[in-house]
């Protein structure tokens, strides 16, 4: 059975936006596989990647790391119930991958940086503190009296998404896809660590999320 390495904080939450998409790919594809928790503070438990990050999909013949790699793999080898549709849908997929973690990802965490900590437990409160500190220059604090205005910003970042699902349903037409697993990751680490009202609950988007969520419980 396929391991996927997923990163996990307090009572086993499980938070991290790459990781849930790639949950997304293996539930869409009806791949058997279980999750093995790797906290912040837990790098031993991965270091035969030869690397320090998750999602990690470890397999029988090896392992697969970086979500995008992990796509790839997923569709060459496990090839009923595909994620690309066709060479157009991959060029969009692989849009939004780069547009999630350069764009979309960044302006969260400036929404949600000071609450993460309230999800952890142990030695990941300092890790996670002294690490996200030192790349940012700053207190996670720094950021929380602008969060209106980056919800705003978000809000207005997303509208062209927000289109597509009213126009068809999901960002991938009338069913879910790849695109939406993509696209989900940013809400399932904010809702899962958070307090703050990313969505207006008469967005459709929010709908959306909600759609989706209750089909990825695992």
């Not at 086993?12 to 949950?23: A, E, G, Q, T, V």
């Not at 996670?140 to 205005?149: E, L, M, N, Q, V």
């Not at 998404?161 to 695109?179: A, Y």
Request: charged letters at 25%.
């Amino acid at each position: 059975m396929i391991q996927l390495y997923d990163l996990c904080g307090k009572n086993n939450l499980r938070f991290s936006p790459p990781c849930w998409n790639i949950k997304l790919c293996l539930l869409h594809k009806k791949i058997d596989f279980e999750t093995i928790p790797v906290r912040f503070s837990e790098k031993n438990k991965i270091a035969f990647s030869g690397q320090g990050l998750v999602p990690i999909v470890k397999h029988n013949k090896g392992f697969v790391f970086e979500s995008w790699n992990i796509i790839e793999w997923l569709e060459k080898n496990y090839t009923e119930r595909k994620l690309f549709k066709n060479e157009s849908s991959k060029n969009f997929s692989y849009f939004l991958y780069f547009w999630t973690s350069r764009q979309l990802l960044p302006i969260l965490f400036k929404i949600i940086a000071h609450e993460i900590p309230n999800i952890l437990e142990g030695e990941d409160i300092n890790y996670y503190i002294k690490t996200r500190e030192e790349r940012i220059n700053g207190p996670i604090t720094k950021f929380k009296p602008y969060i209106s205005d980056n919800i705003l910003e978000f809000k207005k970042m997303i509208s062209p998404v927000r289109k597509l699902i009213e126009t068809n349903g999901f960002i991938s037409g009338k069913n879910p896809g790849l695109e939406d697993y993509i696209f989900y990751g940013n809400f399932r680490w904010v809702y899962s660590c958070s307090s703050c009202e990313l969505l207006d609950t008469n967005d459709i988007i929010y709908d959306w999320y909600k759609n989706l969520s209750a089909q990825s419980e695992v």
